[in-house]
């Protein structure tokens, strides 16, 4: 797997998450944009909404909500957990992208990472229906 800026779809559709998301934790963090858009291309090929995201966002941002600086609350990670069995039962390309973030997730801090990731995958969505819907009517 190559990550970098000048990455093709065809790649990224073929990255593992786990392997993608263990980079950008790693000694590649400058490329989570990138990792981003693997997951959104990932989703979208699959066939998946935007509400996918946003739900995830949603369960992700319940589990960090009013936590302190430190370690995540079993609690807190067995609801998230939960919360994610019931989004991603059907569809094996989020179970692997959620369980690829779900990982790294030990800190309150690496919640807020989770997060602030899924909305860089948002973000992509959004774009790219905005940049399409530009081009139709043009």
Request: charged share 20%; net charge negative.
């Given at each position: ?18 392997a993608?998301?263990a ?62 069995s ?53």
């Open positions: 797997m190559r990550i970098g800026p000048t990455t093709t779809r065809e790649e990224r559709l073929d990255w593992e998450p786990g993608a998301i980079a950008v934790r790693g000694p590649q963090p400058d490329e989570t944009a990138t990792v981003a858009l693997a997951m959104f291309d990932q989703l979208v090929a699959a066939q998946l909404s935007i509400d996918t995201v946003e739900a995830s966002i949603v369960f992700w941002s319940r589990a960090l909500d009013g936590l302190n600086p430190g370690a995540v609350p079993i609690e807190r990670l067995r609801k998230l957990d939960f919360d994610l019931l989004l991603t039962a059907a569809s094996t390309v989020l179970a692997s992208w959620s369980s690829a973030l779900r990982g790294i997730v030990a800190t309150a801090h690496d919640l807020d990472w989770a997060i602030r990731f899924l909305m860089q995958v948002h973000q992509a969505w959004k774009m790219t229906a905005a940049f399409r819907g530009r081009s139709t009517q043009a």
